[in-house]
């Protein structure tokens, strides 16, 4: 069976880091996309960040470009997402993300399998 657990999210002061993790399980996902998206509270789930299968290329959302940073491992099957300098617009869900292809789309509808998400709440 195929899973995608998130963990790592939690309460976080304005300005401070925090790094999510991914782990799949089920089936290799060492040559598909990965990704994260996220939904705030009455909002829609927006994209974040995607990585190709190989983690040679990557894909930010404008509002987190060089305040986060996405990555794999495919050995572990597990992928990472850094994230800096943070505020309190990023509280949300973050929801872990595969695809069928190597491509690291932005288009939620690309990805097939999706991990329960985990909570990350900025304080002001």
């Known amino acids: 069976q195929v899973s995608l657990v998130e963990s790592g999210g939690r309460l976080v002061q304005a300005g401070g880091s925090l790094r999510l993790s991914c782990a799949a399980s089920?089936?290799?996902?060492?040559?598909?996309?990965m990704a994260w998206f996220r939904q705030a509270p009455g909002k829609e789930r927006d994209f974040v960040a995607a990585?190709?299968?190989?983690?040679?290329?990557?894909n930010y959302a404008d509002s987190v470009k060089g305040r986060f940073t996405i990555s794999r491992d495919n050995a572990k099957q597990t992928v990472y997402l850094q994230m800096g300098s943070l505020t309190p617009e990023d509280t949300a869900v973050y929801y872990c993300a595969a695809g069928l292809s190597g491509y690291r789309s932005t288009d939620q509808r690309l990805y097939v399998y999706w991990g329960q998400g985990t909570q990350v709440t900025v304080s002001s």
């Open positions: 990585i190709s299968w190989s983690g040679g290329s990557t």
């Open positions: 089920g089936r290799s996902f060492s040559n598909v996309a």
